[in-house]
């Protein structure tokens, strides 16, 4: 069973940075769709981020572009959302999900069918 930990949640200054963990188990696959989450009390969830092992393809909302990367390390099976120029509405819990690579990266962000995978999440607070 596919198994996601996050972990890099903090409490940090507006134009901050921070990055997130999320290290992955149980693939069953060498390839796979992942991708980093948002959710802000009283929001909708975010597809924020979302990377394909296959081919590398990426989507970044809107919202985070130019100042969010995503990125993975094979070897450790771990994919890290780096965070840069943090603003008080980057403030979320934020949540890695993974699914099949059959899923595009758009369709996880966006779309995010029910048959991915979740972490639990890691806070981050984003304040003066």
């Known amino acids: 069973q596919l198994q996601l930990v996050e972990s890099g949640g903090d409490l940090v200054q507006p134009g901050g940075s921070l990055r997130l963990s999320c290290a992955a188990s149980g693939f069953t696959s060498d390839y796979y769709t992942i991708g980093w989450f948002r959710q802000a009390p009283g929001k909708e969830r975010e597809g924020v981020s979302c990377?394909?092992?296959?081919?590398?393809?990426?989507y970044y909302a809107n919202s985070v572009k130019g100042r969010f990367t995503i990125s993975r390390n094979n070897a450790k099976n771990t994919v890290y959302l780096q965070m840069n120029n943090l603003k008080p509405e980057d403030t979320a819990v934020y949540y890695c999900a993974a699914d099949q690579d059959t899923v595009s990266v758009f369709t996880l962000c966006v779309r995010t069918p029910s048959s991915g995978s979740w972490g639990q999440g890691t806070q981050v607070t984003v304040s003066s």
């Open positions: 990377l394909s092992s296959s081919d590398g393809t990426v």
